[in-house]
């Protein structure tokens, strides 16, 4: 059974069992559900799909708070019906406001946050987004990755501020981390005077709104954009350096005329920081119709692009864990990533990897995946087995258990 909600144009699917035993009363938890007054990010993703998942299990009393507003149940994406006004103001706030008083802000919120977790009898607080707001009750925190110490020139330089300051105070205080990945959880042992048995690695999970879709299904989304399924190369990724796009492009560029009129390269995803020059690279590379770039995919169109795909190509030079290359092979698409960070450990042997300062090497990969109809059939379908293993539900039980292990230490 597939308990489903539709949260603002995202469906979240959670996998539903029999009913859990209720061994324990439910944890009374605060989420720092912010994130989700913004157009939706990873983070913002991590915590609809977390909560949702969450929520499912019944073994959370939860409690959400939109800056200064609360809500009692787990944090989700806000809808036609809800705060619209207040979700309105806040993207007017973070428009106009400079980001010094911002900063001062979330400090004066922080002793009034401490006064309603003591009143609402919040026995742990969850803060999904690196840096709690309080430490009036204990604390877990998720570190996503390390972005703003290896790659800080992809993010803004307060943020960067503000995570160099938090992070390492956020590290030492909370009573458990939680990391994305194997390769997060050594990046933060390394870096940081913290004992092993607080870090929990936690995969992420694939909706289950990415599977395989035959051309007719499809037909309707990709004939919108002018694509035909099964017929392009798609990469897909935050528009920002990190992502290694140029990449992809010098990489396309070098496969054979033939190929590249047979099967058009499609970029899509939403402007990242610091994305200027390479976003008019990929307008002007499209007013030439050597490129096909959609910009920001929408949530409901997302899963259709992907399984109208021939291929994903995804160079990221840094990633925390890698949603994108799970999603498309979960929709059956072949997979080209990059033998970077988190990548191999998220793929396994089910994709491509490639080196990432090699598009040479890249495109006779892409070249050799078109002429093979056997690799495309057999990654297809161990890209399914491997997605199958990433779900909603093992995070949020992997996450339960963590928010039991964390109130067991203090």
């Known amino acids: 059974m597939i308990d489903e909600a539709n949260r603002g144009g995202l469906r979240i699917d959670v996998a539903v069992s029999a009913p859990a035993a209720r061994v324990m009363a439910p944890l009374r938890i605060a989420f720092n559900a912010t994130p989700l007054l913004s157009p939706l990010t990873g983070i913002g993703n ?13 073994q959370i009393d939860a409690f959400s708070f939109y800056g200064r507003r609360w809500r009692h149940e787990a944090p989700r994406p806000w809808v036609a019906g809800g705060p619209v006004e207040e979700r309105s103001r806040a993207r007017r706030f973070r428009h106009w406001v400079p980001s010094p008083v911002r900063t001062l802000l979330r400090y004066a919120w922080q002793p009034l946050l401490g006064g309603d977790l003591r009143r609402r009898r919040i026995c742990l607080y969850h803060e999904p987004n690196y840096v709690p707001l309080s430490y009036a009750v204990p604390v877990v925190i998720t570190i996503h990755d390390l972005s703003w110490l290896r790659y800080p020139k992809t993010l803004p330089a307060d943020r960067v501020r503000w995570l160099e300051r938090g992070v390492p105070r956020a590290i ?3 009573a458990a981390i939680i990391v994305d990945s194997e390769f997060v959880r050594k990046e933060v042992l390394d870096t940081f005077a913290v004992a092993p048995e607080r870090v929990h690695a936690v995969h992420l999970g694939v909706s289950e709104t990415f599977y395989p879709r035959g051309a007719k299904d499809a037909a309707p989304v990709l ?8 017929q392009y190369v798609l990469a897909l990724s935050t528009i920002e350096p990190r992502k290694n796009l140029e ?34 690279t990929l ?12 910009g920001h995919v929408h949530a409901a169109e997302l899963p259709i692009i992907y399984a109208g795909a021939a291929a994903l190509v995804f160079p990221s030079r840094y990633e925390g864990f890698g949603l994108p290359p799970l999603e498309a092979m979960a929709a059956g698409v072949p997979v080209i990533v990059a033998n970077a960070a988190s990548l191999p450990e998220v793929v396994g042997d089910a994709a491509i990897m490639v080196d990432p300062d090699r598009p040479e090497e890249t495109a006779a990969r892409i070249e050799e995946l078109f002429g093979d109809a056997q690799l495309r059939a057999r990654l297809s379908a161990k890209g399914r087995a491997r997605a199958a293993i990433f779900t909603w539900s093992s995070c949020a039980a992997a996450t339960l258990a963590v928010y039991r292990l964390a109130l067991a230490r203090v």
């Not at 004939?223 to 099964?230: P, Y």
């Not at 492009?249 to 899509?268: F, K, Q, S, T």
Request: positive net charge.
């Open 283 to 294: 307008r002007d590379l499209a007013r030439r119709g050597q490129i096909r770039f959609l």
């Open 223 to 230: 004939s919108a954009h002018g694509l035909v399924h099964g």
């Open 247 to 280: 990449h992809v492009l010098e990489a396309y560029g070098r496969l054979p005329e033939a190929l590249r009129a047979r099967h058009p390269l499609v970029v899509g995803g939403a402007k990242g920081w610091r994305a200027g020059r390479l976003e008019s």
């Open 46 to 58: 991590y915590i609809a799909h977390l909560g949702a998942a969450l929520a499912v299990t019944e």
């Open 172 to 174: 030492d205080r909370a």
